[in-house]
């Protein structure tokens, strides 16, 4: 069985997705271990409950970027993980560490990449006035928010939508695909050809969303 890594900041619910996947078992993996740069993450504390091994590296305790990239690679590998799964951890990393970890880690985006990069992607969906939002798995190369993609799920953004209850639409969806995106990892389903994701896979018919629809 595959070993994962989880690297988080924050809330953890991706990470919460991710254990219920693996505890009914949808999600063959070993969940090695999570890590935080914030102690106070509550997902450490999911973690813990879940009998998962947690480490706090605290990134304002080092002098800069590398040298914290480098400490969370050292304790990231003493894991020996075969995946390291971005769960809401909000640091940028630097080039080096994004290479290290080449085709091995993978990330989840709040927002249909290649639209709306970086942060307050709902905020900036609703002020767009885009009728699809939706989010992202792909894999990390050292362009932020950039890298080939795994899967999508788009959402639409209704009228009265603020940015609370897109976000929450939003966050329903990415509960559903990362835990999909790893199990597909794990199963060795997914390919890298030319910068781009190739599943191997007996597809569904996919249905269109189309935004709005008219009665
Ligand atoms: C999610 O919206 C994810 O897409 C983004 O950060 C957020 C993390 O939320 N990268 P949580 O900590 O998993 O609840």
Partial sequence: ????VILISGRGSNLEALIAARQAGHLP?????????????????TAARAGIATQCIDHQTFAGREA???????????????????AGFMRILSDGFVRHYSGRLINIHPSLLPSFAGLHTHRR??????????????FVTPALDHGPVIIQAAVPVLDDDCEETLAARVLEQEHQIY???VRWFAEDRLRLENGR?????????????VSPLLR
């Fill in 68 to 86: 914290f990239d480098a400490a969370l690679a050292d304790c990231i590998d003493g894991f020996h993980p075969d995946l390291v799964v971005l």
């Fill in 29 to 45: 993996v070993n969940i090695a271990a999570v890590i935080s740069n914030r102690a106070a993450a509550p997902g450490l504390e």
């Fill in 1 to 4: 069985m595959k070993n994962i």
């Fill in 197 to 209: 994701v190739r599943l191997n896979a007996e597809l569904l018919a996919n249905s269109a969303l």
């Fill in 179 to 181: 835990p999909l995106a």
């Fill in 125 to 138: 969906a609703l002020e767009e006035g885009v009728r699809i939002h939706g989010c992202t798995v792909h």
